[in-house]
């Protein structure tokens, strides 16, 4: 950018505070009530750190130490940083689900951004639903912005073998069929999350820092490190410093983002073998920035990129071996031409000079095209069952399932679920179709996940591993089986999933990517007549206006009123 088109202190956003005047003199007085001086305020541009850091966002826990590292980097640039604590949205310790607080969190940072004098924002998350939705908002603010993320856990060690999250799953299973003893339980919580981070397997963290790093939004390899490793902390004071720049030269995501930065972070969550929550998250926040993506993206690229890293829960490995293996760029070095090279990121340098020179020292853990881990990550189904799409996640499924005809059992919802699995009144066998419904966007609300549906307990003593399940739901990044997902539309808006009876004949052929429910249109034509939708579970509050506004999963999961790239500034400044 040419020093003509650099921005002067009088062109900066926080000029409006503070940059009045003598009718500047309240807001600058309270800034000095915080014992700043006015010179390391006074025309500086004002850098928001907004820290999700919280003592129930375990993930976390360190962000408070992340927050002071980037302002030391704000501060060396010359600008002013300020702390924002916004709402943790910690996986583990939310109910029903943190997905219902994936728009909150978003809403949140949009109007934290608006309301203050800030010019620039640096994002500290991880977990989960922090990464989308930190940059759903800020994209909606459209100011320069740059993600640092939490990183990872180490992995645990039990009995001197590394446990990562998708072991639990696996761990929970064998407890429920009284395989394991309950002193087991015990000594494993002790061990599993060894430090502060984010899940140490490719579960939704990951995936989505991944995500973020491949649309230019992170410094290059900050997405595959450790949460406790010294670089981490050297690259947070880094982002400190580049911010500055960003907001002086004003670098916004609009100009950062395309169609070709999206697909970027389709195919590297792809090659991670990623979590299918990412496929929700990354449609959302292309509708915030305005660029276009479909589900029919995800399965065209799927069918181009394979899986190449080999960790868990597609792949055996932890996320620590995908570090020592290079990380983020020798994966993206590794994509080649499955990349848009050229696409701008917040180094100012285009992505593929960003990674370039990057080496995989692993090819077990970053696994070369010629021997991936799998071959496809995701498949979008369609059919009579799933009119706006499911997804499937054929690299943690059986292949024995992959085709597959079977008896539905249908549960009207989790608490029939709990009640009822184990029921032998249910008559589920190990070809039963198990089907979870109302547990969608808007009936769930907010998607939990479950769709990951326990196989009862006497099956899996008998030896039986998987079924072919069905939900509105999603699942946990950490999660696998043969679960297909996302249903749309969802039962609770009276998608066909509503219709279904027990006994009915689903066939499900991820070969041809279809769905179907065997049931004529006659019959479903009488079924939908009797239909009527539950009872709301939300009377009032959040969770109310939650499921009155939720798009459905093939669109992202935003609220009407927010998916757009609709940018829009304060009200007239009201001044004192
Ligand atoms: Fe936070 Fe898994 S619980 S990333």
Same mark, same amino acid.
């Given at each position: 950018?040419?020093?003509?088109?650099?921005?002067?202190?009088? %062109?900066?956003?926080?000029?409006?505070?503070?940059?009045?005047?003598?009718?500047?003199?309240?807001?600058?007085?309270?800034? *000095?009530?915080?014992?700043?001086?006015?010179?390391?305020?006074?025309?500086?541009?004002?850098?928001?750190?907004?820290?999700?850091?919280?003592?129930?966002?375990?993930?976390?826990?360190?962000?408070?130490?992340?927050?002071?590292? =980037?302002?030391?980097?704000?501060?060396?640039?010359?600008?002013?940083? =300020?702390?924002?604590?916004?709402?943790?949205?910690?996986? /583990?310790?939310?109910?029903?689900?943190?997905?219902?607080?994936?728009?909150?969190?978003?809403?949140? /940072?949009?109007?934290?951004?608006?309301?203050?004098?800030?010019?620039?924002?640096?994002? *500290?998350?991880?977990?989960?639903?922090?990464?989308?939705?930190?940059?759903?908002?800020?994209?909606?603010?459209?100011?320069?912005?740059?993600? /640092?993320?939490?990183?990872?856990?180490?992995?645990?060690?039990?009995?001197?073998?590394?446990?990562?999250?998708?072991?639990?799953?696996?761990?929970?299973?064998?407890?429920?069929?009284?395989?394991?003893?309950?002193?087991?339980?015990?000594?494993?919580?002790?061990?599993?999350?060894?430090?502060?981070?984010?899940?140490?397997?490719?579960?939704?963290?990951?995936?989505?820092?991944?995500?973020?790093?491949?649309?230019?939004?992170?410094?290059?390899?900050?997405?595959?490190?450790?949460?406790?490793?010294?670089?981490?902390?050297?690259?947070?004071?880094?982002?400190?410093?580049?911010?500055?720049?960003?907001?002086?030269?004003?670098?916004?995501?609009?100009?950062?983002?395309? +169609?070709?930065?999206?697909?970027?972070?389709?195919?590297?969550?792809?090659?991670?073998?990623?979590?299918?929550?990412?496929?929700?998250?990354?449609?959302?926040?292309?509708?915030?920035?305005?660029?276009?993506?479909?589900?029919?993206?995800?399965?065209?690229?799927?069918?181009?990129?394979?899986? *190449?890293?080999?960790?868990?829960?597609?792949?055996?490995?932890?996320?620590?071996?995908?570090?020592?293996?290079?990380?983020?760029?020798?994966?993206?070095?590794? *994509?080649?031409?499955?990349?848009?090279?050229?696409?701008?990121?917040?180094?100012?340098?285009?992505?593929?000079?960003?990674?370039?020179?990057?080496?995989?020292? %692993? %090819?077990?853990? /970053?696994?070369?095209?010629?021997?991936?881990?799998?071959?496809?990550?995701?498949?979008?189904? +369609?059919?009579?069952?799933?009119?706006?799409?499911?997804?499937?996640?054929?690299?943690?499924?059986?292949?024995?399932?992959?085709?597959?005809?079977?008896?539905?059992?249908?549960?009207?919802?989790?608490?029939?679920?709990?009640?009822?699995?184990?029921?032998?009144?249910?008559?589920?066998?190990?070809?039963?179709?198990?089907?979870?419904?109302?547990?969608?966007?808007?009936?769930?609300?907010?998607?939990?996940?479950?769709?990951?549906?326990?196989?009862?307990?006497?099956?899996?003593?008998?030896?039986?591993?998987?079924?072919?399940?069905?939900?509105?739901?999603?699942?946990?990044?950490?999660?696998?089986?043969?679960?297909?997902?996302?249903?749309?539309?969802?039962?609770?808006?009276?998608?066909?999933?509503?219709?279904?009876?027990?006994? %009915?004949?689903?066939?499900?052929?991820?070969?041809?990517?279809?769905?179907?429910?065997?049931?004529?249109?006659?019959?479903?034509?009488?079924?939908?007549?009797?239909?009527?939708?539950?009872?709301?579970?939300?009377?009032?509050?959040?969770?109310?206006?939650?499921?009155?506004?939720?798009?459905?999963?093939?669109?992202?999961?935003?609220?009407?009123?927010?998916?757009?790239?609709?940018?829009?500034?304060?009200?007239?400044?009201?001044?004192?």
């Amino acid at each position: 950018m040419s020093d003509s088109s650099r921005k002067k202190p009088s %062109d900066l956003r926080s000029h409006t505070w503070y940059g009045r005047g003598p009718f500047s003199f309240l807001e600058r007085s309270r800034t *000095l009530q915080n014992g700043y001086l006015l010179e390391e305020f006074n025309g500086k541009p004002v850098i928001g750190v907004i820290n999700t850091w919280s003592d129930m966002s375990t993930c976390h826990r360190h962000l408070r130490d992340r927050a002071q590292e =980037v302002k030391r980097g704000v501060v060396q640039a010359g600008g002013f940083p =300020v702390e924002l604590p916004a709402m943790g949205v910690g996986e /583990v310790m939310m109910q029903p689900t943190s997905m219902l607080y994936r728009n909150f969190l978003a809403m949140e /940072v949009e109007e934290l951004l608006r309301c203050h004098p800030i010019d620039a924002v640096v994002l *500290l998350g991880g977990c989960d639903k922090t990464t989308p939705a930190l940059l759903m908002g800020a994209f909606s603010m459209d100011l320069p912005l740059i993600y /640092v993320p939490a990183g990872f856990m180490l992995a645990g060690y039990f009995r001197g073998k590394p446990v990562g999250t998708s072991d639990l799953w696996r761990f929970g299973q064998d407890l429920r069929a009284g395989k394991v003893p309950i002193s087991d339980v015990l000594e494993l919580e002790q061990v599993q999350a060894r430090s502060v981070g984010t899940c140490n397997s490719m579960g939704t963290a990951s995936t989505m820092t991944a995500a973020a790093e491949a649309l230019g939004l992170s410094l290059p390899g900050a997405s595959s490190l450790p949460a406790v490793d010294a670089r981490a902390g050297r690259l947070a004071v880094d982002a400190g410093r580049r911010i500055v720049e960003l907001a002086w030269n004003d670098i916004r995501p609009s100009t950062l983002l395309t +169609r070709e930065s999206f697909l970027n972070a389709v195919a590297v969550c792809l090659a991670l073998g990623g979590s299918t929550n990412a496929v929700i998250h990354l449609l959302a926040m292309a509708g915030r920035a305005g660029v276009e993506l479909t589900l029919g993206d995800f399965d065209q690229l799927a069918r181009e990129v394979p899986i *190449l890293v080999d960790v868990q829960p597609a792949g055996s490995l932890l996320m620590e071996s995908y570090d020592h293996a290079g990380g983020s760029r020798a994966l993206m070095c590794r *994509l080649g031409n499955k990349l848009h090279g050229d696409a701008a990121t917040v180094t100012g340098a285009s992505l593929s000079a960003n990674v370039s020179g990057a080496e995989v020292w %692993d %090819d077990k853990a /970053v696994r070369p095209f010629e021997d991936p881990v799998a071959k496809e990550a995701l498949a979008v189904l +369609r059919g009579n069952l799933c009119p706006e799409g499911a997804i499937i996640k054929p690299s943690a499924a059986t292949e024995a399932l992959m085709v597959h005809r079977g008896r539905a059992v249908v549960f009207d919802g989790y608490e029939d679920l709990v009640a009822n699995i184990e029921s032998p009144d249910r008559g589920i066998t190990p070809q039963s179709v198990l089907i979870l419904r109302n547990c969608g966007p808007r009936g769930g609300p907010g998607m939990p996940e479950c769709g990951m549906i326990p196989i009862p307990g006497r099956l899996i003593r008998e030896g039986v591993r998987d079924m072919v399940r069905i939900s509105d739901a999603r699942m946990s990044g950490t999660s696998f089986g043969t679960c297909v997902l996302h249903v749309a539309p969802e039962a609770y808006v009276g998608g066909p999933l509503a219709l279904v009876q027990g006994g %009915d004949w689903i066939e499900l052929d991820v070969t041809k990517r279809t769905l179907t429910l065997d049931v004529d249109d006659a019959e479903l034509g009488r079924r939908r007549a009797a239909w009527s939708p539950p009872a709301p579970r939300y009377a009032r509050g959040y969770g109310s206006l939650f499921a009155k506004h939720v798009g459905q999963a093939s669109e992202g999961c935003d609220f009407d009123f927010l998916a757009s790239s609709e940018v829009s500034e304060p009200l007239p400044f009201f001044g004192h």
